[in-house]
């Protein structure tokens, strides 16, 4: 028996008629308004790096893995929490946008054991491959799930969950609804 993954837009559709076109990347894409931008990337093939987006919760831009920038505006907003609006242009992978995706994985590293039980299927490494950080982590790696803030935590219930870290988004959705501290 195989397990079938379906794709996951990040973030939920939109109920909005009205429609607004937009640039992601150089690509053109027309979607409903209200549409998240990482759900607009993903309708149109882009992939932004994300841990805490899922598009069977509401986003609460957590992570911050999913940062873009959009032309003539400052700053680097959580493409899961920011919705388009008609023209934007947006882009998804920049130097800047590396570097800023790269420290924030190297602090989930830190906290997450460097060989975990998952293997392969481990978002967190996986996400981590994807950003650009392969076997390079400043601040060194966890020794368990169960050490530091984990031991110490009411969420030692759902260390089983934090431990598995599955290839789908919902173990981190349940521990950042708890805390931002991971
Ligand atoms: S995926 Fe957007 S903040 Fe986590």
Redesign the pocket.
Known sequence: MSLIMEPDF?TPKSKSKESVTVEIDGKSVVVPADTSI?RAAAECGVD??????TDRLK?????????VEIDGRKGTP????APVTDGMKISTRSEKLDRLRQGVMELYLSDHPENCEVGDACQVHGVAKKVGLTDICRFGFALTHTSGFWKSSSLSSVNTIANCCSST?TP?NIL?QYSRSW
């Open positions: 990040g990482m932004i790096p994300k841990l805490c987006a986003a609460f831009g957590s992570c911050r893995l999913c940062v959580s493409s899961c929490t988004a981190f950042t």
